[in-house]
């Protein structure tokens, strides 16, 4: 364990340096829906499957108005230079659709562009991304 720490460290040494003060905050997986509904929580719950991941259980889309609080605070702040903080939101790329999938009895996967995902759930359908 000392081992793999000190060699992961050693070789982290050729990495990028600053001596300026940074907060970097990643953030990915905009867009993507893993469960539809709390309601598909609770029906899974019922039939004996455990939903104990995270992600799962705090998967949600981000909406208009999550995404307007959002900026509004990230444009509350400024460093020394006035410039305000930056975020790059990765989005992935699709997502499952549930409707197809159903439809053909949980026995192929279909997917969904996740620009369309937005277009069937209150409160997203505004949101506009560049492809």
Not at 11 to 23: D, E, Y
Not at 47 to 52: A, D, F, L, V
Not at 97 to 110: G, N
Request: with cysteine.
């Amino acid at each position: 364990m000392i081992f793999r720490s000190f060699f992961h460290n050693i070789s982290q040494l050729q990495g990028w340096h600053t001596s300026r003060k940074i907060i970097v905050i990643e953030s990915d997986d905009w867009g993507s829906i893993r469960i539809p509904s709390a309601d598909t929580i609770e029906l899974l719950k019922k039939r004996g499957i455990e939903i104990n991941d995270p992600y799962n259980l705090n998967d949600s889309l981000a909406s208009e108005q999550d995404l307007s609080c959002l900026f509004e605070v990230l444009a509350s702040f400024k460093d020394s230079k006035g410039n305000h903080p930056v975020i790059t939101a990765n989005t992935i790329m699709a997502n499952p659709d549930f409707k197809k999938i159903r439809e053909r009895e949980f026995k192929e996967y279909y997917y969904e562009l996740f620009t369309d995902t937005l277009q069937l759930y209150p409160q997203h359908h505004r949101q506009s991304f560049q492809l």
